[in-house]
């Protein structure tokens, strides 16, 4: 099983409110290639007061900028196995099986939202899909969470999105 976690912790909000990216290897029969997205959790240790906080889950096209903070993708089972089909970059429009964390550039591509959600900052956001409701992402696509409006609170952000390559 090619179970991998991505992570970005403390993080201070960037420009596009995007807190994690991962694009697909272009073929589908390459690892990394097609994935099917598994847990999403968000929460922050910026602050202390409650407000509410708009999100989305997303997919992509890959045009456009999109520069991130490189994340490299880890194991969810720690002994051993290839290593993810996906790496971490910069620059996620730029090519495939990419992925990292807190975006600072972001311009152009069309965004589609798959799953939009409010939840409270000190309570934080958990999403564990039931089989049927897992978002399995093609190849040579963007999947993503991210803020629809910024939150009171841009620091002490951290994003976990855990997902299985089916390649």
Do not use: H
Not at 37 to 55: L, M, Y
Not at 67 to 82: C, D, E, L, R, Y
Not at 86 to 115: E, F, K, M, P, Q
Not at 140 to 149: C, D, E, Q, Y
């Amino acid at each position: 099983m090619r179970r991998f976690t991505l992570n970005g912790e403390n993080l201070s909000l960037g420009t596009g409110n995007i807190l994690a990216a991962i694009r697909t290897a272009a073929d589908k029969a390459t690892a990394g290639g097609e994935i099917a997205i598994n847990r999403v959790e968000i929460s922050q240790s910026g602050s202390t007061t409650s407000a509410q906080c708009r999100a989305e889950l997303f997919k992509r096209d890959t045009a456009g900028t999109l520069t991130v903070t490189s994340a490299t993708p880890a194991p969810i089972n720690p002994v051993g196995g290839p290593a993810s089909g996906i790496a971490g970059n910069t620059a996620l429009a730029g090519g495939a099986a990419r992925c990292g964390v807190n975006s600072s550039a972001d311009s152009g591509g069309a965004y589609v939202s798959l799953r939009q959600f409010n939840f409270n900052n000190l309570n934080g956001y958990m999403w564990i899909p039931t089989p049927e409701e897992r978002i399995v992402v093609p190849p040579a696509m963007i999947f993503g969470v991210r803020f629809l409006a910024a939150p009171g609170t841009t620091t002490g952000w951290t994003i976990a999105v855990d997902f299985e390559e089916l390649a």
